[in-house]
């Protein structure tokens, strides 16, 4: 029997290439759409903006051949759930295909790929807006209002294994080896050897849902004027059920450096993501070593990959910094001060 694809699989797994002459005829052909087609940069599948006469923006998603299809589904359903249980919620929506159906097959290259079709989300990218309180407890409010609509959504997809579980944060110490930089990698170490022994076996007594999993800045896009609302949250790929406190913590994770006092985003995300969703006791607790966990993905999943793809390293590296950096505030001197504000910021008033 073949083993079933990993994440592993569907990163190192090329998409087959598509022309977007070739993805203008299929989206005519499945969706009835036509419009002016732009490729977009994906880590792993094949996406296409399209912008039609009337104004309105669509992505057209090529998921990759690797990925299992009942994966594929389970995110598909993901987004068909949020916008029936929190219409109002800015995530995609799925278009369907001239069928009804949610998405669709077709063979490209040889390969099977599921298509479809979900509304382009306007804004401008988190990734470019400025840090500020308000837009901190913006993210927080809009992260917890998700994950109250994906509280009781079900579906056997969502049991993954996959690379960017924080709570196989232990998994990542076989990819450790590709930070150069002997002081660094002994700092990630350390910590993964403590999170392994002493966070991980906590985990299972902790809330578990169908969560996003990957707030980071390029996956959200926010108002181009204020900055200080939420107006998309996309990219629903690594999605699973796993603990409720990693989904907060994986957004944490992009903001610890930032703010206008020390780990003051943090604190202002947490505090508005509590207040929407509170926060049990032992998730308070394991938040800073969730949000380190994070940190330690970001720093053995990224050095392995640009040392297989050196040709991309700089885009595959560009949050490692950043990561090294929170990592070091979240388990060195600062370490005391972080956990005691994540605690001020869910008290009860």
């Known amino acids: 029997m073949t083993p079933a694809p990993t994440q592993g699989d569907v990163l190192t797994t090329a998409a087959p290439a598509i022309s977007t002459e070739e993805a203008g005829a299929i989206l005519q052909r499945w969706f009835g759409v036509t419009g002016t087609v732009r490729e977009l940069s994906s880590e792993r599948d094949r996406n296409f903006h399209?912008?039609?006469?009337?104004?309105?923006?669509?992505?057209?998603?090529?998921?990759?051949?690797?990925?299992?299809?009942?994966?594929?589904?389970?995110?598909?359903?993901?987004?068909?759930?949020?916008?029936?249980?929190?219409?109002?919620?800015?995530?995609?929506?799925?278009?369907?295909?001239?069928?009804?159906?949610a998405q669709a097959i077709v063979e490209i290259e040889g390969s099977a790929m599921v298509l479809?079709?979900?509304?382009?989300?306007?804004?401008?990218?988190?990734?470019?807006?400025?840090p500020s309180p308000g837009l901190m407890r913006a993210l927080g409010t809009t992260l917890a209002r998700l994950d109250r609509a994906l509280g009781d959504y079900e579906h056997p997809g969502s049991e993954r294994d996959l690379l960017w579980d924080i709570s196989r944060t232990a998994g990542v110490a076989d990819r450790?080896?590709?930070?150069?930089?002997?002081?660094?990698?002994?700092?990630?170490?350390?910590?993964?050897?403590r999170f392994t022994d002493e966070i991980a076996p906590r985990l299972p007594a902790l809330r578990h849902q169908v969560i996003h999993n990957d707030l980071n800045p390029h996956n959200a896009?926010?108002?181009?004027?204020?900055?200080?609302?939420?107006?998309?949250?996309?990219?629903?790929?690594?999605?699973?059920?796993?603990?409720?406190a990693n989904d907060l913590a994986t957004a944490l994770a992009y903001h610890v450096t930032?703010?206008?006092?020390?780990?003051?985003?943090?604190?202002?995300?947490?505090?508005?993501?509590?207040?929407?969703?509170?926060?049990?006791?032992?998730?308070?607790?394991?938040?800073?070593?969730?949000?380190?966990?994070?940190?330690?993905?970001t720093i053995g999943i990224t050095g392995w990959r640009a040392a297989e793809y050196p040709a991309n390293a700089a885009y595959i590296l560009r949050n490692a910094e950043r990561a090294f950096a929170g990592l070091d505030r979240l388990t060195g001197d600062e370490a005391a001060t972080a956990r005691r504000l994540l605690h001020l910021a869910c008290q009860k008033v």
């Open 50 to 101: 399209i912008a039609t006469p009337d104004g309105q923006g669509y992505v057209l998603k090529f998921t990759n051949p690797a990925e299992p299809q009942l994966v594929t589904g389970f995110q598909t359903g993901a987004m068909q759930h949020v916008a029936d249980r929190d219409p109002t919620l800015p995530v995609p929506r799925v278009v369907p295909t001239l069928d009804g159906e």
């Open 116 to 130: 479809r079709l979900l509304t382009y989300l306007e804004g401008t990218p988190l990734h470019a807006a400025p």
């Open 176 to 193: 450790l080896h590709y930070v150069t930089d002997d002081r660094r990698r002994r700092m990630v170490e350390r910590f993964v050897a």
């Open 221 to 244: 896009v926010v108002d181009p004027v204020g900055h200080e609302t939420v107006t998309g949250i996309i990219d629903f790929g690594d999605a699973l059920r796993a603990p409720l």
């Open 258 to 297: 930032t703010g206008e006092t020390p780990f003051g985003s943090v604190v202002e995300m947490t505090r508005a993501y509590n207040a929407v969703l509170p926060l049990t006791e032992d998730e308070v607790d394991l938040l800073p070593d969730l949000v380190a966990g994070r940190l330690a993905l």
